[in-house]
């Protein structure tokens, strides 16, 4: 049965960010030259914030005090998870060294960014996961100077659960500064910051477009775009738990695509009946986002068999992959592309984003066919280096010497020429270019 469109999406969530480009330059460049004064200047203007922007030991405390313990509890349980599941990442990493010739050694060395700076959006709601799955990593992975920015509410701060998150995690520093203006204080290194090596973390489109201008000179996690979301279900599903998983989603905003890809229109028809009537019982906010993205964004596709779903799956590339069908280990073992991957009912999006330990910052808009997301691997060089005997450099240099002649690099040749002349004086080498 060839691929059916039971709903097809009438936009797509790509758009046009000229305007927020130069926006976003401008108000870069300024901050460059201007420093740490121009930085204030747009935070009183769009964070309407005149307050410390580099919080003290003494603040951190007072403000962590508001937090209730048991919201606390639950930081700390997600946090530890988290810090779990990427010590086992780091131990994957490990120093390497091989014989490539008898007597030329070649390693590999991972070894940690110096400075990492970590967005953590705040605004209307306290993205409390932001701040442990960025921080965290980057103090796993070993970074020296951690910084956590987050946008201040007007006349109050930060979030008092984020600062109490971003401190537990392990964030050198904590920044209260949003926006372009964050970004640029990480980069530049302003208000007696050093320089980051690395920018991770979500954040609204402005953010995203300076860690997309300022790519190269520093390092990033990833170009964000809408998070997005996709399931698959055979006729054994709970129509009501894939109902509620995709609307879970689509609050996070107007323009977030969900999809369904089943091989069963019995239950396709089901979820198509429900996400209506649980997008009206949302508090009104989350029930605008997910009612505009269910309407514009998804997709409910009917497909002929397992292959197909997965095929089609492979094909959109989600930054979330659940799956609620039978033979949980063939679609461990079959699909390719995906940010993360949530196998059975028993598990949920929500639980990756908030708690579960595995990291919610993940590749969008179908990068996930060749990237996978934020983790300790993001924040680490992986480095080689080489020694070798004179023996074990003589076949190489020769290689060398021939091969670099044979694509014009005599300065590349001679620098073999001259250590095969030292080494052995006695012999006589055929360096010239094959050809």
């Not at 997309?212 to 775009?225: E, K, N, P, S, W």
């Not at 505009?292 to 992959?321: F, K």
């Not at 300065?411 to 006695?426: E, N, Q, S, V, W």
């Amino acid at each position: 049965m060839p691929r059916t469109y039971l709903k097809k999406a009438t936009l797509t969530s790509t758009s046009d960010t000229t305007d927020v480009r130069a926006t976003v330059q401008e108000i870069l460049h300024a901050i460059e030259v201007g420093g740490d004064e121009k930085a204030l200047e747009y935070a009183a203007k769009f964070d309407k914030y005149e307050g410390n922007v580099v919080l003290g030991r003494d603040e951190i405390e007072a403000v962590s005090a508001q937090v209730p313990e048991k919201l606390k509890d639950d930081i700390r349980f997600a946090h530890d998870n988290v810090r779990r599941f990427a010590e086992a990442q780091r131990e994957t990493l490990k120093d390497i060294e091989v014989e490539i010739v008898p007597g030329l050694v070649a390693g590999q060395k991972s070894i940690p960014c110096g400075a990492a700076g970590c967005y953590v959006p705040g605004g209307r709601y306290s993205h409390i996961a932001s701040a442990i799955m960025t921080v965290t990593t980057a103090k796993v992975a070993g970074c020296k100077h951690i910084v956590a920015c987050s946008p201040p509410r007007p006349g109050i701060g930060v979030a008092p659960a984020i600062v109490y998150t971003a401190d537990l995690c392990g964030a050198d520093t904590i920044l209260a500064m949003g926006g372009v203006q964050g970004v640029a204080a990480m980069t530049f290194g302003l208000f007696g910051l050093p320089k980051a090596d690395i920018l991770v973390g979500p954040g609204n489109q402005f953010v995203a477009e300076a860690k997309r201008i300022l790519f190269g000179r520093v390092g990033i996690d990833m170009f964000a775009g809408p998070t997005d979301s996709l399931i698959i279900a055979d006729g054994t599903a709970d129509a009501a738990i894939v109902a509620a998983d995709l609307v879970g989603q689509a609050e996070h905003g107007y323009n977030s695509p969900v999809w369904l890809v089943t091989d069963d229109k019995g239950l396709a028809d089901k979820v198509m009946e429900l996400v209506p009537q649980l997008i009206a019982d949302l508090p009104e906010t989350n029930s605008r986002n997910a009612e505009a993205a269910w309407r514009d964004y998804a997709e409910v596709i009917l497909c002929g068999d397992r292959e197909e779903m997965a095929q089609t799956s492979d094909e959109y590339a989600p930054e979330h992959l659940t799956v609620q069908a039978q033979d949980l280990p063939w679609w461990l073992d079959r699909l390719q592309c995906y940010g993360s991957l949530f196998l059975g009912e028993e598990t949920t999006v929500a639980f990756g984003d908030k708690a579960s330990g595995t990291n919610h910052v993940l590749p969008t808009s179908g990068a996930a066919s060749y990237t996978g997301g934020l983790s300790v691997h993001k924040y680490m060089k992986i480095v080689t280096w080489q020694r070798a005997t004179r023996e074990g450099a003589k076949p190489v240099a020769e290689a060398t010497a021939r091969i670099s002649r044979l694509e014009g690099m005599e300065g590349h040749a001679r620098t073999a020429d001259i250590r095969l002349r030292k080494y052995f004086p006695d012999e006589n080498f055929d360096l010239s270019a094959h050809g």
